[in-house]
Nanobody, 123 residues
Framework: QVQVVESGGGLVQAGGSLRLSCTVS????????MGWFRQAPGKEREGVSY????????EYTESVKGRFTISRDNGKNTLWLQMNSLKPEDTAMYYC????????????????WGQGTQVTVSS
C-alpha cells in the first residue's frame, strides 16, 4: 500500500521559514516524479514546485521563485520544500504528489497524494 505523508507545516510570521517534508513508502521512489501543490480556502489547487526523479528538471510557480527550494533524496524516499521569506499569501494546505509521468504530475493528476500539511503565515 502506497503512503505519502507530509510534515513540517505550522504557523509562522511573515518573513519566516518552514521546511516541509514528504516521506513515501510502498512505491519505487526513484521511478517517480514528485511535486508540491497547495490549496488556499476558496481557491483552486495550484502547483508550487516539481522535481524529476533524477533531480532535474525542477520547476517553480512564478510566485515562489527565489524563495522556495525543492529537493529530494532517493535513498531516503523523501521530498522536501524549503520555504523562505514566507508571505501571508503562501497560507494554504500543502500537498505532496507522486507520479511516474512528468506531464501527469504537472497537470495536477498525479496518481498518489498525501493528506496535506497546513502552512499559515501571519502578517
Amino acid at each position: 500500500q502506497v503512503q505519502v505523508v507530509e510534515s513540517g507545516g505550522g504557523l509562522v510570521q511573515a518573513g519566516g521559514s518552514l521546511r516541509l517534508s514528504c516521506t513515501v513508502s510502498g512505491l519505487t521512489f526513484d521511478d517517480h516524479e514528485m511535486g508540491w501543490f497547495r490549496q488556499a480556502p476558496g481557491k483552486e489547487r495550484e502547483g508550487v514546485s516539481y522535481i524529476s526523479w533524477t533531480g532535474y528538471p525542477i520547476e517553480y510557480t512564478e510566485s515562489v521563485k527565489g524563495r522556495f527550494t525543492i529537493s529530494r533524496d532517493n535513498g531516503k524516499n523523501t521530498l522536501w520544500l524549503q520555504m523562505n521569506s514566507l508571505k501571508p499569501e503562501d497560507t494554504a494546505m500543502y500537498y505532496c504528489a507522486a507520479d511516474t509521468t512528468w506531464a501527469t504530475l504537472v497537470a495536477g493528476r498525479a496518481g498518489y497524494w498525501g493528506q496535506g500539511t497546513q502552512v499559515t503565515v501571519s502578517s
